[in-house]
Each structure stands twice: as C-alpha cells, then as structure tokens.
C-alpha cells in the first residue's frame, strides 16, 4: 500500500516488531489462559489516516493467540522434564523434577517441604494432576485453604477438564 509506511523516517521499510506474552482469567469459568499478541509497526505516512491523526506510526499486522495456559516457567533455561513428570498419571508423591522452582540465576532449585506437602495434601484431597495443582497452588499463593476454595468454586461451574484429574486408581 502507497504511502502506509513513511520512507523517509523508515529507511529501507525499517518496521518495530513486538510480541507481548501475557495471562488471563476467563470468566465465568475462572479458566486461566495465555496469549501471544504479535505487532508489526512502521512510521506513519504522511498521507496515512494514523499521520492525518497524529500518529507518529502505523500497526502494519497484528497477530493474536490464545491458548491455554502455560507457566512463564516454560520458557526457564532448564534441562527437559523426565517422561515421568510429564505423565499426568504420575503418583501423587512429589517427584524431585516435578518439584522444581526456577531459581534467579536459572538453575532448578528443589521445592521446600512445605511446598511438597502442600502439593501432596491438596493432590489428595482434589485428585487433581500434578500439573493443576501446581497451577491452583501458585495462582491461589500457596496458601491451601485459598486453593480449596477456589478450585471447589471452578469444579462447580464445570470449569475443569477431565484430563485435569488424576486417573481413577
């Protein structure tokens, strides 16, 4: 398109390229999701309805993902989780790569023995899979009773998968 991109401003159709990661809850299932929002922007010509407003650039794409939602922790510099942490039929006992918090520095460091415990008891008492609770447990702050709470809140308006629960033994 003629005159979208300024030249002048933008040598070579010179173009900003930003990509934005995010979360949300949604409502009223309580689901918690993850997006990718991808911007392509360039200088505004002088000809284009974005100069004729006093826009200094143009949004040449924009690109949105939802999906469902994936820990930042998915992006940590660590080693592949083991065939075993990524089976959602695992035992309810807390397995040493399940049990990992990225650190500052990048390397896993073990989970606390009070976290672990925490992880066990509300496991036992939802039957949710490792990976759910995890995600209850850190988005409720560790805290059981909040966990309780809100997962019992989900499950009542349906808002859980099927695969989010632990086979039936």
């Known amino acids: ?3 979208l991109v300024n030249e002048a401003t933008s040598p ?11 979360e949300f809850q949604e409502f009223p299932s309580l689901t918690v999701r993850s ?13 284009s309805a974005a100069a004729l407003k006093g826009w200094p650039c143009v949004i040449l794409t924009d690109q949105l993902i939802v999906r469902g939602y994936s820990s930042p ?3 940590a510099a660590t080693a592949a989780p083991s065939p075993a942490a990524a089976d959602p039929a695992a035992t ?4 040493a790569a399940a049990a990992t918090n990225v650190g500052v520095n990048g390397k896993p460091e073990p989970m606390s023995d009070e976290k672990s415990a925490l992880v066990k008891r509300l496991m ?10 995890l995600d209850c447990l850190t988005q409720n702050h560790w805290d059981l009773d ?3 709470a809100n997962f019992a809140e989900i499950a009542a308006r349906g808002g859980l998968p099927s695969d989010a629960f632990l086979p039936p033994s």
């Open 73 to 75: 922790l998915a992006w």
């Open 92 to 95: 309810t006992t807390v397995t």
């Open 35 to 47: 997006f990718d929002r991808s911007f392509l922007l360039g200088a505004a010509g002088p000809a």
């Open 12 to 22: 070579a159709g010179a173009v900003i390229y930003l990509s934005i990661h995010g």
């Open 124 to 133: 036992e008492l939802t039957k949710l899979n490792m990976s759910f609770t």
């Open 146 to 148: 909040a966990s309780l």
């Open 1 to 3: 398109m003629p005159g």
